[in-house]
């Protein structure tokens, strides 16, 4: 699985972009905007064409699920440890609606230890960070944790082989597609060198 996170700041073209990128295949958008307050985050959806609705998870505000039918929810680490004792009937709450439900971790073993069960989770930084300067990587090898993990930090057409390498069964994007002269193109080559090598 190929998961593409949102540009923290909104860039030219980048609803249109979008949507080229829901018809080359892209299955699961991380809908991250920090800087949006609600308002901003519904109007951002609306622009998107409600047939792509289903492949959006959302970072923040996830009340958007009961106005969109969106894909799912996804936890960042703090949320979740915030959620203490009440993180299981949370994520349950959204899994029995069939929704998808996803967290970040930054060390695997904090990931391995983690009890409640996710989709997927994303680990960061697998590499040096394309978009975060002096977001170093760490090279995290997952093969001992039998958790679907999605590798993120420095993922590119280039490292994704490594990736798969290290364990992790997707991938997770955002520079290598976002600050790409071509984001469309530049998905499409990552796609096909993933599906190549899973």
């Known amino acids: 699985m190929i998961v593409l996170i949102a540009p923290e700041k909104d860039i030219e073209n980048e609803i249109?972009?979008?949507h080229q990128l829901f018809d080359a295949g892209l299955e699961y958008?991380?809908?991250?905007?920090p800087h949006k307050n609600l308002e901003e985050h519904?109007?951002?959806?609306?622009?998107?064409?409600?047939?792509?609705?289903?492949?959006?998870?959302?970072?923040?505000f996830h009340e958007l699920l009961d106005k969109f039918n969106l894909k799912g929810v996804h936890l960042?680490?703090?949320?979740?440890?915030?959620?203490?004792?009440?993180?299981?009937?949370?994520?349950?709450?959204?899994?029995?609606?069939?929704?998808t439900v996803s967290s970040s971790f930054h060390e695997p073993e904090v990931l391995d230890a983690c009890e409640v069960k996710f989709d997927y989770h994303l680990l960061s930084p697998v590499f040096s960070?394309?978009?975060?300067q002096?977001?170093?990587?760490?090279?995290?090898?997952v093969n001992h944790i039998d958790k679907f993990i999605v590798g993120?930090?420095?993922?590119?057409?280039?490292?994704?082989?490594?990736?798969?390498v290290l364990g992790f069964k997707g991938i997770g994007v955002l520079g290598g597609v976002w600050n790409a002269s071509n984001p469309v193109d530049s998905f499409k080559e990552i796609k096909r060198v993933f599906e190549e090598n899973k």
């Not at 951002?44 to 609705?53: E, G, M, P, R, V």
């Not at 993120?152 to 798969?164: A, F, H, Q, R």
């Open 16 to 18: 249109a972009i979008l």
């Open 29 to 33: 958008y991380h809908f991250r905007k």
């Open 42 to 60: 519904v109007e951002y959806l609306n622009q998107i064409d409600s047939k792509y609705h289903n492949r959006i998870i959302v970072h923040y």
């Open 76 to 99: 960042q680490e703090q949320p979740r440890i915030d959620l203490g004792k009440e993180l299981k009937d949370y994520v349950d709450g959204y899994m029995s609606k069939g929704k």
């Open 129 to 132: 960070s394309i978009s975060k």
């Open 134 to 141: 002096g977001y170093e990587g760490r090279g995290f090898d």
């Open 152 to 164: 993120m930090g420095g993922v590119n057409s280039e490292t994704i082989s490594k990736t798969l």
